[in-house]
């Protein structure tokens, strides 16, 4: 597609060239086919002075696509390129922000920083000099001798960056830094951090950054790359906002907002049928296109969570702006998305240009009082999702109409792995118990008809 962003004459430091990832290659898959794809096909280039942020659904590959780059773990196919050679192991030229901040609690905020320049050979002073320098510029002057539960989470995410700053990383790579923080302290330490990077007060030459955080990304982005899932693919990669209309007030930074809500939650949906005349510079990948799932998957929501997003929308009229939905709850996209999804998969409410809008059952569910709303429930699990269907119609057939876990367990994992075999019956016992479908008795892993005494009778 069009040319990039005006930075074809930067220098490309890091370029990801026809990567694809499979976990758990050469395992021995008894059930699933096949170890699934994870990363498929990702082309990306990562250039000097640019910061770039890197959003996705849950699962999308986003921290499998960091650790890709950094060298950390190897592509399945393709290869990762610094500065036009092939990497065959870590990065030493790049560093690692985690949102853990991952300190050593017995060691001192100095002890860990310098602990990040262990790898390269330095005298005692000059590694004692960098660290204090490095802990200097990301203000924590006065708290070298402190320990890590001395500090509070914001201090102790400092230290995390002080100690990736001071080796002076060309390449600054942050995996969802600011999401374990509260929202003032994320709120501060964002911005001291773009003012390190504007004012060129750290060495780092390109900044790429893993978020959920849509307002996160577009606040300091040049350029946002969107992932899909199943398997992980680069969707679309978006130019960030001028510096100047940066900031949750500007009506670049809303629509720029919007548009992202719209991608993320049209996941089949051709990209360049989203975007505005207006952004031509956006770069589509359409070579990736999302393929159909073996088998409907749930979204891991409670019922309860999906009802109260419908009482929302109801009360604001029957149609919201995801974005607004999303800060409304203080919900980050990727809590938000698997809600919207529930709702889409029972019917219950439409995704339209990135608003939710309530279906005509919608409305009547969220008007409707207690027992109204679980029998709307039931009848939308029925009819929409494969799962609760599944296990209905096979406990009407059974004995006794009751049947063990692993009846369904076995199942599911003809096509999910095992432990997201084990997640989906878990969610499906959720809705199900819910819709008073059939009942589930933990200590015995057994499922029964909820009517099923009514079944006996009429037999
Ligand atoms: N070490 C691993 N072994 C096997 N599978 C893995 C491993 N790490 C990740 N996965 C799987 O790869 C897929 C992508 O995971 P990844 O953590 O990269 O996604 P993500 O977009 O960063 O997700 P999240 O936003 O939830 O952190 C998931 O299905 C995950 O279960």
């Given at each position: 597609m069009a040319s990039l962003f005006n930075n074809k004459q930067q220098e490309i430091l890091l370029e990801a060239r026809n990567v694809s990832k499979t976990y758990d290659?050469?395992?021995?898959q008894a059930k699933s086919p096949q170890a699934p794809?994870?990363?498929?096909n990702i082309q990306l280039e990562i250039r000097s002075g640019e910061f770039v942020a890197i959003l996705g659904p849950s699962g999308s590959g986003k921290s499998t696509l960091l650790r890709l780059l950094a060298g950390l773990i190897q592509p399945t196919t393709g290869e990762i390129l610094f500065k036009g050679v092939p990497q065959y192991?870590?990065?030493?030229?790049l560093a690692i922000v985690f949102?853990?901040?991952?300190?050593?609690?017995?060691?001192?905020v100095l002890q860990n920083v310098e602990l990040g320049l262990q790898a390269q050979e330095l005298t005692r002073t000059q590694r004692m000099k960098r660290a204090l320098a490095a802990i200097d510029t990301i203000g924590l002057?006065?708290?070298?001798?402190?320990?890590?539960?001395?500090?509070?989470g914001g201090m102790r995410q400092r230290v995390g960056f002080a100690r990736a700053l001071v080796v002076e990383p060309e390449l600054l790579f942050m995996d969802e830094p600011f999401s374990a923080l509260d929202v003032l302290t994320a709120a501060n330490l964002r911005k001291e951090l773009m003012s390190l990077w504007e004012a060129h007060n750290m060495p780092t030459k390109a900044i790429v950054m893993v978020t959920h955080n849509i307002d996160e990304a577009v606040s300091m982005a040049d350029r946002i790359v969107v992932l899909g899932s199943h398997?992980?693919?680069?969707?679309v990669e978006l130019p960030g906002l001028a510096r100047e209309q940066r900031g949750l007030q500007t009506e670049e930074h809303t629509a720029l907002t919007d548009l992202i809500y719209r991608i993320m939650t049209s996941p089949q949906e051709d990209v360049s049928a989203l975007l505005p005349v207006t952004m031509p510079s956006s770069k589509t990948h359409p070579q990736a296109a999302a393929r159909p799932r073996p088998y409907q998957a749930l979204p891991h929501v409670s019922i309860g969570d999906v009802t109260g997003l419908i009482e929302l929308i109801h009360a604001s009229g029957g149609r919201d702006d995801l974005y607004k939905i999303g800060r409304q709850l203080h919900l980050e996209v990727d809590d938000l998305l698997p809600l919207v999804e529930a709702a889409d998969l029972l019917n219950l409410a439409d995704t339209e240009e990135g608003d939710l809008v309530l279906t005509e059952k919608g409305q009547r569910f969220a008007a409707a009082n207690v027992q109204e709303e679980k029998d709307i429930f039931r009848e939308q699990a029925m009819a929409n999702i494969s799962i609760l269907r599944k296990i209905v119609q096979d406990l009407e057939q059974a004995p006794g109409h009751t049947l063990p876990e692993q009846h369904f367990l076995e199942f599911l994992e003809q096509h999910f792995s095992e432990d997201e075999a084990q997640a989906q019956l878990e969610t499906a016992i959720n809705w199900g118990r819910y819709a008073e479908l059939f009942g589930f008795q933990d200590e015995r892993g057994a499922f029964r008809l909820e009517d099923a005494e009514e079944l006996a009778i009429n037999e």
């Open positions: 290659e050469g395992k021995k794809l994870v990363l498929d192991g870590p990065n030493p030229h949102q853990s901040f991952a300190l050593f609690p017995w060691l001192t002057d006065g708290f070298e001798d402190a320990y890590p539960k001395e500090l509070s398997p992980g693919r680069i969707r």
